[in-house]
């Protein structure tokens, strides 16, 4: 139980790091997220997380054990490894999706998504100082990116999905009101690039997993 507890709780906390960054942008530069999409946002990633550990749930009764042990190192320490290196990953998606007015404001739209994830500031399209209800979509959309892999991987090592989905909720929704208030009594120039945390936290699971 105590295992189940922790690997959800630290799964949830990873997640939510990156939450927690891009709110702190918006509020340095004084960009709003009003209530209605901060929800938005924390339930779009926690659908997300929750879809991703079901299909992992049913994946894992149909493949060998060693399989499995193998396949959720890979997925965690893959994902930890791309955080830990958060700001070389980010810039290197930056040069290659650079966000531009031609680009409609759909969820479905992979470029704006993946620009999104790389300067999560760009989420604000229309330059507006609020995320709108869309626009919280598409930042909802960035920031799940990585709660697809890491769901199936949290899946695979038996954490449990109600305490998963329910922290994933709760450290959402907390970081991101948090770093709004931070960004809000911050310089603009102060740095808080602390991505690679989540990346140590999914190396730290990954490793267990060989224990």
């Known amino acids: 139980m105590i295992w189940a507890i922790t690997a959800a709780a630290a799964v949830a906390i990873s ?13 340095c530069k004084k960009i ?14 926690t659908a997300t997380i929750g879809l991703s550990f079901l299909f992992g749930s049913v994946l894992v009764h149909h493949i060998p054990e060693w ?9 965690l320490f893959t994902i930890g490894i791309v955080k830990l290196f958060d700001s070389i990953t980010k810039s290197i998606i930056r040069k290659y999706t650079q966000l531009n007015k031609e680009i409609k404001l759909s969820v479905l739209n992979f470029k704006l998504v993946m620009n999104i994830y790389a300067d999560p500031e760009a ?6 100082k609020s995320i709108s209800p869309k626009e919280a979509a598409v930042l909802a959309a960035s920031l799940s990116l990585d709660g697809l892999a890491v769901g199936l991987g949290a899946a ?18 907390a970081a991101l009101l948090l770093g709004c208030w931070l960004g809000n009594k911050a310089a603009d120039k102060l740095s808080f690039n602390i991505s690679w ?9 990954a490793f267990l997993q060989l224990v």
């Open 67 to 75: 399989v499995a042990v193998a396949l959720s190192f890979s997925i």
């Open 123 to 128: 989420a604000d399209v229309d330059i507006s």
């Open 197 to 205: 945390l989540g990346g140590v936290i999914l190396i730290g699971l």
């Open 156 to 173: 695979i090592i038996g954490t449990n999905g109600w305490l998963l989905v329910l922290f994933t909720l709760l450290t959402g929704f």
């Open 15 to 27: 997640i939510s790091i990156d939450a927690l960054a891009a709110s702190f942008a918006y509020g």
């Open 32 to 45: 709003k997220i009003p209530m209605i999409s901060l929800v938005i946002i924390s339930l779009i990633c």
